[in-house]
């Protein structure tokens, strides 16, 4: 026996009716979640595209050189001046070495 029902509602953000469909609501009972969706699927991308700050593209890459082996990397930030910056080899050796209180 369904327990939903589909429901029309308003986008918070353009005004324009969406459904919420029956499937839709299951999945947000099954998560515990208790708000109905505001925005219709249009504006949810249009917002998730303008959080990212990138257009929903590929994150911007920084050419660096690896401070364990001398290898030119790129990593996914900008360093902080004063603290290491490895290439992934070196992040991951680091990583599985039991954990000191120095980082250097």
């Given amino acids: ?9 308003n986008c918070a953000d353009c005004g ?9 609501q299951s999945f947000y009972s099954e998560r515990g979640f208790t708000n ?3 925005r219709c699927k ?3 991308d249009k917002r998730k595209t303008a959080r990212d700050g990138n257009g929903g593209g590929q994150r911007a890459m920084v050419s660096v050189t ?4 001398g290898v030119a990397t790129e990593v996914p930030f900008t360093p902080v001046s004063g603290k290491p910056v490895y290439c992934r080899e070196c992040y ?9 209180n120095n980082w250097a």
């Fill in 92 to 100: 991951n050796q680091r990583r599985q070495q039991p954990r000191s």
């Fill in 66 to 69: 690896c401070d364990s082996c």
């Fill in 16 to 24: 324009g009716e969406f459904t919420f469909t029956k499937n839709e």
């Fill in 1 to 9: 026996m369904d327990t939903f029902n589909d429901k029309t509602l």
């Fill in 42 to 44: 249009n504006c949810r």
């Fill in 36 to 38: 109905e969706p505001k």
